[in-house]
């Protein structure tokens, strides 16, 4: 079975051999892919029945072995897995299931892709004792994603403002529309009164972030 972009990255970022959950599963398309594709078990989970009948349905049309179907809210039900997926959820949500991990342990990777708020997720996860290993982007049409992938060192840190809004992605595309997103809500700033410094600070972000699209 074929994956969009989106999913394809993120099923690349997991292990292989390992027990993955992917939390939010929706229709369990990225399950039933890592199940057929070398994981040793997957759990597929979500929070409403609705998804998880047709994630049943996908299970049993493409005959993947290994997935369980679990009702759970983020990870409440979910005793263990070594790699954990959370896509298509916002920043904030997504720190909020981490947070509530009863098993998390130095080995235990995170593949998270956040549909708002990245920054957020960044700043959280380096202020909570995680550290991302890779940063990965795909395209569906216009629409940018970043993918990344966060273990536990236990080493809490600040991380600075370049770094929340785009982490360690060298992908030239990807940087060039972060900068031009930062240079509009400037503008915006520019028509509203008292935000000319909050303007003028985005705007220096905006450069910090070209300056390293021109040098990949």
């Known amino acids: 079975m074929s994956l969009d972009s989106r999913l394809q990255t993120a099923a690349d970022l997991c292990r292989s051999g390992v027990v993955v959950a ?4 929706d229709h369990a398309q990225l399950a039933c ?3 057929m594709n070398g994981a040793k078990a997957v759990i597929a989970s979500d929070v409403r029945e609705g998804p998880l009948e047709a994630a049943r ?4 049309e ?8 679990l009702l759970s809210d983020g990870l409440d039900k979910i005793d263990y897995a070594d790699d954990v997926v959370i896509c298509g959820m916002g920043g904030e949500l997504i720190a909020r299931i981490i947070e509530g991990c009863r098993f998390l342990s130095e080995n235990t990777r995170f593949i998270l892709q956040p549909m708002t708020r990245a920054d957020f997720l960044r700043r959280w996860l380096y202020s909570s004792g995680f550290e991302l290993d890779a940063e990965r982007t795909a395209y569906d049409g216009s629409r940018a994603y970043v993918i990344m992938r966060a273990r536990y060192t236990g080493k ?3 991380i600075d403002d370049v770094f929340a809004l785009v982490g360690a992605v060298s992908d030239k595309k990807y940087l060039t529309l972060a900068a031009e997103k930062l240079m509009k809500n400037a503008e915006g700033m520019d028509r509203s009164d008292g935000c000319s410094e909050q303007a003028e600070k985005l705007r220096g972000i905006a450069r910090s972030i070209l300056s390293r699209a021109e040098s990949v």
């Open 22 to 25: 992917d939390v939010g599963t």
């Open 33 to 35: 892919y890592l199940a």
């Open 57 to 60: 349905r996908t299970v049993a």
């Open 62 to 69: 493409t005959g993947a072995k290994g997935v369980t179907v």
């Open 156 to 158: 809490k840190r600040d």
